[in-house]
C-alpha cells in the first residue's frame, strides 16, 4: 500500500470513530451540553484536558522550537505543564464546588456585575478564537501536506468533522471524542521518538537516551550537539541565556504561559464536567501526566533529530543526500541553494569562516511561484558566476528564512529513523486529532460564552431549557464557520496573537479568580478596575511592539512576557484599591466560604440544584 | 450530598471550615514553594549555575529546564491530591462528630 493510501485510510478510520462517539453520546439537556452532565470520571476528564491541551502547534511545531532554541525552548515546556499546578492548588477544585457553566459565571457571580461578566465574555470569547484560527489551519496543513490536497478543502472536511461532533454531543460528545484522540496522538508522537531513540544511542527510552551516548562514536549526545553547534555558528544547545534570550525574558515567558495556561477558559471549563471536588484535583493530576508524556518526550526527539539532520545533511553532495531530505524538499520545508561546489552546507548566525555562507533555507510564506523564481534566479547567478540572476542566499535570508521549517523536525523524524509508512500515516492522523480535539473544546467555550452567559445570563433569563440547547448549537455552528473562514483567510497575526491570548488570560481571569477565591474582602470595582488596567497594558503593550515597531521599554521585556507585568498590575490594583470600596454582600461572602469546604452544603449547592439548571 | 445541609453560621461548623481551610492554605504554600523553586528557580534563574553540574549525561541546569521541572510539576499535584484527601476525610470526620453531638443533645439527656 502506498503512503497517500496508508494516509486516507487512518484519517477516514479515526474520523468514523469520532462520529460513531459524537452519536453515541448525543444529548438532550445544557447541562450535558455545558458540563457533560457532571459525570465524566477523573481519569477520562484528564486524557480529554490533556488531548483539549496539546493543539497542532504542540504536536507538530513544539519539538522543532526546542530542536532550533535549545535550552531557552524549555521555557514553553516548562510554560505550558507548570500551569497545572496553579490550576491544580488555586482553581479547579474551588471552581468545580462552585459548579456553574463558565468562567464568566464565576467571575459575574463572585463580583455580583453584569459588566465583569461582559468583560470577561469578551476576553473568553478573544482568547478562544485567536486560538481556534491556528488549529483549523493546523488542519488544512495537515490534509496539504500528507494528502496533497488544497489546504482550503482540509480546513472544509475539519470544518465539517467538528460541526457535526459538536453540535451533536456538545461537552459530552467533545469529551469522549477526545479521550480517544488523546491516544491517537500520543501513540503517533510516541513512536517515531523511540525509533529515533533507538537507532541512535540503543536505548529506546527517549527521556534516558537524550542524556546517553551515540552508538556512532560513543560520545554524550548533548555534548556532541554542542560541539557542532559551536563549529557551525549556532549558539549553544545546552547553555542558558546565549543570544536572544536573556535571563529576565526567559523568566517573564515561563511564568506568563504557566499563569496564562491556568487561566485559559477551555481549559478550566475542563474542570466542571466532573463528579466532585476530589475529583477534580485528581483529574489535574491526570491530565498533567498524560501531557507530560508528549512533553518530557518532546525535548528527546528534537535533540536526536536536531542531531540527526546536521550529521546526515552536512558536506553531503546531491547524491548522498537521504531520502527524507528529498522528500520534503519538495513541500518548500526545506531548501538547498548551493553555492556551485557541489557540497550541502548548514550554518548559523555566527558565521565560522566568512568565506562560507549557509546554504539551507524554508519557503516559509512565499508562494510556489516565487520560491521557483527564487530557484531559477539563483540558478543563472551560479551558471553565469554572479553577472546575471541574483544569489538566492541573499534573498532568502534577507527574508528571514534561514534555515529548515521547524515543522521538519516532527514531520520528517519517522523517516529520519526509517520507519514503515503506516507510521507516517499514523502521525498525519495523530497531527489532526491534536488540532480537532483542541478546536472542538475552543468552540464548545465560545458557544456556552455567547449561549449562556450572554444569552441566557444577560438577554434572556427567562429562557427555557430547549431555547437554550438551541441558541447553544446554533452558536456552535457559527462559531465553527467563523473559526473554518479565519482557518482559509488568516489573519495575518495568527502566530504573533498565540502570546496575546497567553498575556491577557494571565492579566485578566488569574487574578480576578485567584482574589475570587482566597479573599472575601475584594469587591466588585477593586477588580473590575484591575481586570481592565491589566488587560489594557497587556493588549496596548503587545499591540505597539508587534505592530507599531515600539521598543520593549518595560525592562526590555518582550511581548511574548509582557503578561507577567499585566498580572502584577492587576493583582496590584485590586489589592490596593480594596480598603477604599465597601466589600461584597454576605450572599457573596457566604458562597467564597461555601466554595472552599468540600462537604457540600452552603449556597453553591443550593444553586446547583436550583430548578432551573 | 446526601447529607443534611451544613449550617455555614454554626460558631462549631466555622471554625472546623476555617481549620480545614487553615490546612489546606498551608499545604499549598508548601508545594508552590517548591513549584517556584523547581520551575522558575532551578529551570531559569539559577539554570547557568547549575549546568556546572552534571546529571548523567544531561547539564544540570538544562535538565531541569526540559524535564526535571515536568516531572516535579506531576509530583506536586499528585502529593496534593494525597494529602487533600486526607484532609477531607478528617474534616468529613470532624463535620460528623459535630453534627452527633448536635442531634444526641436535641434529643435531651434522658439517653445517657
Known amino acids: ?613 | 450530598m446526601t447529607q443534611d445541609p451544613i449550617d455555614v453560621h454554626d460558631p462549631e461548623i466555622v471554625s472546623a471550615i476555617d481549620r480545614y481551610w487553615r490546612s489546606n492554605v498551608r499545604l499549598m504554600t508548601v508545594l508552590l514553594v517548591i513549584w517556584a523553586a523547581a520551575g522558575l528557580g532551578c529551570g531559569v534563574l539559577f539554570a547557568d549555575a547549575l549546568n556546572g553540574f552534571r546529571l548523567g549525561g544531561f547539564p544540570l541546569g538544562f535538565w531541569f529546564a526540559q524535564q526535571g521541572s515536568i516531572i516535579v510539576f506531576v509530583l506536586l499535584i499528585l502529593a496534593y491530591g494525597l494529602m487533600m484527601n486526607r484532609l477531607d476525610a478528617r474534616h468529613h470526620r470532624e463535620l460528623e462528630r459535630i453534627r452527633r453531638i448536635a442531634s444526641r443533645s436535641g434529643e435531651g439527656p434522658t439517653d445517657r
Not at chain 1, 523511540?194 to 554524550?220: H, Y
Request: charged share 15%; with cysteine.
Open chain 1, 1 to 613: 500500500m502506498s503512503l497517500k493510501l496508508w494516509t486516507l485510510s487512518f484519517v477516514a478510520a479515526s474520523f468514523g470513530f469520532y462520529l460513531l462517539i459524537a452519536w453515541l453520546s448525543r444529548v438532550r439537556d445544557t447541562s450535558g451540553f455545558y458540563v457533560a452532565g457532571r459525570g465524566i470520571p477523573a481519569a477520562a476528564n484528564g486524557m480529554a484536558t490533556a488531548a483539549d491541551w496539546m493543539s497542532a502547534a504542540s504536536f507538530i511545531s513544539m519539538a522543532g522550537l526546542i530542536s532550533t532554541m535549545g535550552y531557552a525552548g524549555g521555557m514553553y515546556l516548562m510554560g505550558w505543564t507548570g500551569g497545572y499546578v496553579l490550576l491544580a492548588l488555586l482553581l479547579a477544585p474551588y471552581l468545580r464546588k462552585f459548579g456553574h457553566y463558565t468562567v464568566p459565571d464565576f467571575v459575574g457571580d463572585r463580583y455580583e456585575s453584569n459588566v465583569a461578566r461582559l468583560i470577561a465574555v469578551v476576553c473568553a470569547i478573544f482568547v478562544s478564537f485567536t486560538y481556534v484560527a491556528g488549529q483549523m489551519r493546523g488542519v488544512g496543513i495537515v490534509f496539504s501536506r500528507f494528502l496533497e490536497v488544497d489546504i482550503t478543502v482540509g480546513v472544509l472536511i475539519g470544518m465539517a468533522i467538528v460541526f457535526v461532533y459538536a453540535t451533536l454531543g456538545g461537552m459530552k460528545g467533545i469529551t469522549w471524542t477526545q479521550v480517544v484522540q488523546y491516544w491517537v496522538l500520543i501513540t503517533a508522537f510516541l513512536i517515531p521518538a523511540i525509533a529515533i531513540s533507538f537507532k541512535l544511542t540503543g536505548n529506546p527510552v527517549p527521556q534516558l537516551a537524550m542524556g546517553g551516548r551515540l552508538l556512532e562514536d560513543g560520545l554524550p549526545l548533548l555534548e556532541r550537539l554542542d560541539g557542532l553547534h559551536s563549529e557551525l555558528g549556532f549558539a549553544s544547545y545546552t547553555e542558558p541565556f546565549v543570544g536572544r534570550w536573556d535571563k529576565l525574558n526567559v523568566f517573564c515567558v515561563t511564568l506568563s504561559l504557566m499563569v496564562g495556561t491556568a487561566g485559559l477558559p477551555h481549559v478550566i471549563v475542563r474542570f466542571y464536567t466532573v463528579k466532585s471536588v476530589r475529583a477534580a484535583r485528581w483529574s489535574a493530576f491526570w491530565a498533567l501526566l498524560f501531557i507530560s508524556a508528549l512533553y518530557l518526550t518532546a525535548p528527546a526527539t528534537a535533540a536526536f533529530a536536531r542531531y540527526y539532520m546536521i550529521q546526515s545533511l552536512q558536506g553531503r553532495t546531491e547524491a548522498q543526500l537521504p531520502a527524507w531530505f528529498r522528500s520534503w524538499r519538495q513541500t518548500g520545508l526545506i531548501l538547498w541553494l548551493d553555492d556551485g561546489d557541489g557540497r550541502l552546507e548548514y550554518y548559523g548566525g555566527s558565521n565560522p569562516a566568512p568565506a562560507r555562507q549557509n546554504e539551507i533555507f524554508r519557503s516559509g510564506n512565499l508562494g510556489s511561484a516565487e520560491r521557483a523564481a527564487v530557484e531559477v534566479d539563483h540558478q543563472r547567478w551560479l551558471d553565469s558566476s554572479g553577472v546575471q540572476g541574483a544569489d538566492g542566499r541573499q534573498v532568502l535570508s534577507a527574508k528571514g528564512l534561514s534555515g529548515p521549517d521547524r515543522d521538519i523536525i516532527v514531520l520528517a523524524t519517522p523517516e529520519m529513523a526509517s520507519l514503515a509508512d503506516w507510521i507516517i500515516a499514523l502521525v498525519a492522523a495523530g497531527a489532526l486529532a491534536a488540532a480537532l480535539s483542541t478546536a472542538s473544546g475552543l468552540l464548545l467555550v465560545i458557544s456556552s460564552s455567547v449561549a449562556h452567559d450572554l444569552y441566557y445570563r444577560v438577554i434572556n433569563p427567562s429562557a427555557s431549557e430547549g431555547q437554550r440547547l438551541a441558541v447553544g448549537r446554533m452558536v456552535i455552528g457559527l462559531a465553527v464557520v467563523v473559526a473554518g473562514l479565519l482557518g482559509v483567510f488568516p489573519p495575518g497575526f495568527v502566530s504573533q496573537v498565540v502570546a496575546f491570548a497567553f498575556g491577557l488570560a494571565a492579566a485578566s481571569f488569574f487574578p480576578a479568580i485567584v482574589l475570587g477565591i482566597f479573599s472575601k474582602r475584594v469587591g466588585t470595582a477593586p477588580a473590575m478596575i484591575g481586570m481592565v488596567a491589566g488587560i489594557g497594558f497587556t493588549a496596548s503593550y503587545i499591540i505597539g511592539s508587534v505592530y507599531a515597531g515600539m521598543p520593549d521599554w518595560c525592562f526590555g521585556i518582550g511581548p511574548q512576557g509582557i503578561g507577567v507585568v499585566g498580572m502584577l498590575i492587576n493583582f496590584g490594583l485590586s489589592l490596593g484599591l480594596t480598603p477604599l470600596f465597601p466589600a461584597p454582600s454576605q450572599k457573596v461572602r457566604d458562597m467564597v466560604e461555601s466554595i472552599r469546604e468540600p462537604e457540600g452544603a452552603g449556597p453553591a449547592l443550593v444553586i446547583e440544584s436550583a430548578p432551573e439548571h
